[in-house]
């Protein structure tokens, strides 16, 4: 699924507006035996959301200062997401811009944190279907394989070395 999703567009309506753009980098995640997983230990207080259903957001913070946004993917009872690493931004470019004070380039939603911060993803939405509502995605651009590429996740402690991460081969907004 984290494959499928490069190229679909990401959309949050605010009270400040609308903005979104299409995911070019994307990293999946599994349930127990992903020793980077927030879900390997099976289900908690903060991990249930990963066992489904499908579709929903799981929204989390971390270090004190980054919220992260991953789409729920696997069937109901299962765990699954992939975490929505960075977005090409296709409107709402001043908004991202403001939200980032940043003037303009790549730095505005290259990376998970950078990404929740232009287009206001918060714990807020943790839990909200992606599938209706103000924050969604929908199906877009469809890439071959020679367009993608596969390494392995980049950021996390334990099963790093597995080929999960996606991403849009070169294009400029991918994290790194």
Same mark, same amino acid.
């Given at each position: 699924?984290?494959?499928?999703?490069?190229?679909?567009?990401?959309?949050?309506?605010?009270?400040?507006?609308?903005?979104? $753009?299409? *995911?070019? @980098?994307? @990293?999946?995640?599994?349930?127990?035996?992903?020793?980077?997983?927030?879900?390997?230990? $099976?289900?908690?207080?903060?991990?249930?959301?990963?066992?489904?259903?499908?579709?929903?957001? +799981?929204? +989390?913070?971390?270090?004190?200062?980054?919220?992260?946004?991953?789409?729920?993917?696997?069937?109901?009872?299962?765990?699954?997401?992939?975490? *929505?690493?960075?977005?090409?931004?296709?409107?709402?470019?001043? &908004?991202?811009?403001? !939200?980032?004070?940043?003037?303009? $380039?790549?730095? &505005? #939603?290259?990376?998970?944190? !950078?990404?929740?911060?232009? *287009?206001? /993803?918060?714990?807020?939405?943790?839990?909200?279907? &992606?599938?209706? $509502?103000?924050?969604? /995605?929908?199906?877009? !651009?469809?890439?071959?394989?020679?367009?993608? @590429?596969?390494?392995?996740?980049?950021?996390?402690?334990? #099963?790093?070395? @597995?080929?999960? !991460?996606?991403?849009?081969?070169?294009?400029? +907004? *991918?994290?790194?």
């Amino acid at each position: 699924m984290a494959r499928e999703l490069l190229g679909c567009t990401l959309w949050h309506t605010t009270p400040s507006g609308k903005v979104g $753009g299409m *995911i070019v @980098e994307t @990293e999946g995640y599994l349930g127990h035996g992903d020793d980077a997983s927030h879900a390997r230990f $099976g289900k908690t207080p903060r991990s249930r959301v990963l066992f489904g259903p499908p579709g929903l957001a +799981y929204v +989390y913070f971390v270090y004190g200062m980054h919220h992260m946004f991953n789409v729920v993917t696997e069937a109901d009872g299962v765990a699954g997401a992939v975490l *929505i690493r960075a977005l090409e931004p296709l409107q709402g470019l001043d &908004l991202m811009k403001e !939200r980032r004070a940043k003037p303009d $380039g790549v730095g &505005l #939603s290259n990376g998970p944190g !950078r990404l929740c911060q232009a *287009i206001a /993803i918060t714990l807020e939405q943790n839990e909200a279907d &992606l599938t209706s $509502g103000p924050l969604g /995605i929908w199906q877009g !651009r469809s890439f071959a394989d020679s367009e993608a @590429e596969t390494t392995p996740r980049i950021g996390v402690f334990g #099963s790093v070395e @597995e080929p999960y !991460r996606f991403t849009v081969k070169g294009n400029p +907004y *991918i994290s790194r």
